[in-house]
């Protein structure tokens, strides 16, 4: 077999593999969190082969400050960001810290940093709908994004860019294990990843109306900020 087609195989097989242990985790969570079936969008899977510490990076792209999620060019209008990872290297840990609850890490940024987030103004809301009815909202992001949206792009930004907060923010360390996996909010959880080489992540887009404490997603506590809908 030649380069090319040695090459081609490897990635059929990685497809497969990677469909397989989307499958598996759905079909896991399904009866793990079973009030939340059926009420999640499947997102993406990933594989991470490359070692977290001393990846050099754009800040905006670090793994390694403190950070909650937001997807770029993925809105995802309110709801949760939930993942689940597993360590498939065989001897190393996967290191991580996370940081303090999302309301004390949001506060801590507004009003002085970051404004609070405010509703759309009819006009502004009606274009963004014709942009997304045209298709031409693809080629510019920001047309994509709800309020909440928008503010959470913003928030993740500005958590990684201020290098004070990385440097004071109270943080606790956890080591996962070769073999273990575990599942976190991140658009919730403030966390950054140290260390570790070779993880599986399975991504999950839960209904916040599925929350058995609704008010603690992200989403409440910034429309309670601002008074108003945001998504």
């Not at 040695?6 to 009030?35: C, G, N, Q, T, W």
């Not at 949760?80 to 190393?92: A, G, S, V």
């Amino acid at each position: 077999m030649d380069e090319k087609s040695a090459d081609s195989a490897e990635i059929v097989l990685l497809r497969e593999v990677m469909r397989r242990y989307s499958k598996s985790i759905e079909a896991f969570l399904s009866h793990f969190l079973a009030p939340y079936q059926r009420r999640w969008r499947l997102d993406y899977a990933s594989f991470r082969p490359l070692e977290e510490k001393g990846r050099d990076l754009p800040v905006r792209r670090r793994n390694d400050l403190l950070h909650t999620d937001a997807f770029p060019t993925r809105p995802t209008r309110g709801w949760r960001i939930l993942r689940f990872f597993h360590n498939i290297h065989p001897t190393h840990t996967r290191d991580w810290v996370i940081g303090e609850p999302f309301g004390r890490v949001v506060g801590a940024f507004t009003p002085g940093k970051l404004a609070v987030p405010k509703s759309e103004s009819p006009v502004v809301r009606a274009g963004k709908q014709l942009a997304q009815a045209t298709g031409i909202a693809a080629l510019v992001p920001q047309w994509k994004r709800s309020p909440y949206d928008e503010f959470m792009m913003r928030l993740h930004n500005t958590m990684k860019e201020d290098s004070a907060f990385q440097a004071t923010c109270a943080r606790e360390e956890v080591q996962f294990a070769p073999g273990s996996s575990w599942m976190v909010y991140t658009e919730t959880v403030p966390h950054a990843v140290l260390g570790g080489q070779y993880a599986l992540e399975q991504t999950f887009l839960v209904d916040p109306a599925a929350m058995v404490t609704r008010e603690s997603a992200p989403v409440a506590i910034l429309e309670k900020m601002a008074g108003t809908s945001l998504t």
